[in-house]
């Protein structure tokens, strides 16, 4: 796509964003190698061809989208939300106000934090969280147009990140380890 916009545009990438490309490109090399090592895991483990996938699948399914309505579900459970959470003000001169009390912008204050502790051990959300911060936006979480401020440079982004990037990177080499050493103690015979 690059090599087809740019001479359309007329422009390239500035240095800074080139950067962000690459960082891109390799943190997204090495989720997708994260998925490929566990498959291979699954795959030394299971006998059959067909249950490695379904492993593989299910796992997949279960971090991408289970685990945040899970997640969703325990801090609902947690944290109830309190019976008052708009305040209606009156206006002559203009349209009804409504803003949030202060006991209901703490619980969902509480409820975000509890979800994002769960959601820590799910390598998709941490790619996820890898890329709204290289790319210096806060995403879809943030509230109307400033949710989409840029927040943050390459450098400060790694910095911060530096964590979920050593998690996919560990977990990569975990699984991959793991594999390995199970292959070489399968016995391994001619028409198995």
């Known amino acids: 796509m690059c090599g087809?916009?740019?001479?359309?545009?007329?422009?390239?990438?500035?240095?800074?964003?080139?950067?962000?490309?690459?960082?891109?490109?390799?943190?997204?090399?090495?989720?997708?190698v994260f998925w490929l090592s566990l498959g291979m895991l699954f795959s030394v483990v299971a006998k059959k061809t067909s249950t490695s996938i379904l492993f593989s699948i299910a796992t997949w399914m279960f971090f991408a989208i289970v685990l945040s309505i899970l997640a969703s579900a325990v801090a609902g459970a947690l944290v109830p939300m309190p019976s008052s959470d708009?305040?209606?003000?009156?206006?002559?001169?203009?349209?009804?106000?409504?803003?949030m009390t202060e006991e209901f912008r703490d619980a969902m204050t509480r409820r975000s934090t509890i979800q994002s502790t769960i959601l820590r051990i799910s390598p998709t959300n941490i790619y996820q969280n890898i890329i709204n911060d290289v790319l210096g936006v806060r995403g879809f979480g943030g509230m109307g147009p400033q949710g989409f401020e840029r927040t943050m440079s390459l450098t400060e982004a790694l910095a911060a990140n530096w964590a979920n990037i050593a998690a996919l990177t560990v977990g990569l080499v975990v699984c991959f380890a793991a594999s390995y050493m199970m292959f070489l103690r399968s016995e391994i015979r001619p028409g198995d």
């Open 4 to 32: 087809i916009t740019i001479p359309l545009l007329g422009f390239g990438p500035t240095l800074a964003e080139l950067s962000k490309i690459l960082v891109l490109a390799t943190v997204t090399i090495v989720y997708l």
């Open 86 to 99: 708009v305040i209606v003000s009156e206006s002559e001169e203009g349209p009804t106000r409504f803003q």
